[in-house]
């Protein structure tokens, strides 16, 4: 299938993970391409049976650009997407304790307000994938590859 990849990375971080997914899904057949969305008019987005979204966090919320982008995003409802962003890894209170799942999507609304901004449109979530940051400008958290590769796989399967 054909598949293009809309980006936001600022520090680099989602682009590696967009370039990593693009070469595994050229891999496995599909015709990739990967754009930051500085590149691309969202009014006039290439044809594809897929579209993935990736967006680094800021303040709880997409970086400013992509709230624009996919607030702008014109595409026909029913067009499948994919997300990903790129997160601060949770780290410890003073007291050692790790914040629960609950307490972290309180304050991080990063995918939720993707989600909504194309749902609203009558696009159709098939994936997502979150990709954490060891600190605020990086690097990737070691494992990233492997989550990329699951992303991939269940895309391809689809
Ligand atoms: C000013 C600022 C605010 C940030 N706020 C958040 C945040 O609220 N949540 C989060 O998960 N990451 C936050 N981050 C870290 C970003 O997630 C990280 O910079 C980004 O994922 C790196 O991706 P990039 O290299 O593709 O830009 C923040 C970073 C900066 C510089």
Redesign the pocket.
Known sequence: MRIEIY???????????AEELRKLLDERGNEVSVSHIKDVSPKALSPADLYIF?S??????P?GGMRRFLSKVNLPAGTRYALF????APRPDKNGRMPTEEEIAK??R?QPLMDEALQAKGLEKTAALK???TD???PLEESWRKKVEQLAGSLAAD
């Open positions: 980006h936001a990375s600022k520090y680099g971080n989602g682009a590696m993970v990736g680094p966090g800021r303040i709880g919320k970086i962003s790129t997160e601060a304050w991080q990063i990709v954490y940051v605020l400008k990086g």
